[in-house]
């Protein structure tokens, strides 16, 4: 997973995946088949694990937007990383876009996961007064999505971390 999360699919080679697996050319075969399913694995993998951990942190949280704020503030801790990978979501999406009828469905899945915990913490904000119930927690959610992969893109790319703290209290005087 964190080889294709960093590299990409194209940009992975066979030897990259035996060498970071420690798997034989056989091994790896028999057990995934092929790089394709292999890659589907590891993306399923990834989209499970960081939804699951993003529903957790959202039980955790002292608020739903203080949540919401934290998972905006995670794009910059994401982006100290050397080097930057960014959202593997994101990466994937721009990677494959619709040109794989394999992976535009994970894709979607991918989206629908992160976009239903976000539509829980706006649901949630709305029920305990923290925001309007003027806007609707799916648009809201569709919103938060492309605002954090808005920012994953532009941290991915080098901007300055003061600008993105911008961006940031933006995105959250918007959602008031």
């Not at 080889?3 to 091994?27: H, M, N, P, R, V």
């Not at 919401?68 to 979501?89: K, S």
């Not at 029920?127 to 994953?152: D, I, K, N, W, Y």
Request: hydrophobic share 40%.
């Amino acid at each position: 997973m964190q080889l294709f999360w960093t590299q990409g699919y194209e940009a992975t080679s066979l030897q990259d995946l035996l060498l970071a697996t420690g798997l034989s050319k056989s091994s790896l075969y028999e057990s995934f088949g092929n790089k394709q399913s292999l890659f589907v694995a590891a993306f399923t993998r990834y989209f499970d694990s960081r939804s699951q951990q993003m529903r957790e942190r959202l039980q955790r949280a002292e608020s739903p937007l203080g949540f919401i704020r934290g998972c905006l503030l995670a794009v910059l801790e994401d982006a100290q990383q050397q080097p930057p990978r960014g959202c593997m979501l994101v990466n994937v999406a721009n990677e494959f876009s619709t040109g794989d009828p394999a992976v535009q469905p994970l894709i979607e899945l991918a989206t629908g996961r992160f976009r239903q915990v976000f539509e829980q913490a706006f649901t949630q904000a709305q029920a305990c007064g923290e925001l309007s119930t003027s806007q609707s927690p799916v648009a809201l959610a569709l919103f938060m999505h492309c605002a954090m992969s808005g920012l994953r893109t532009q941290a991915k790319s080098g901007i300055a971390r003061n600008e993105l703290l911008s961006v940031i209290d933006l995105v959250m005087t918007n959602l008031r």
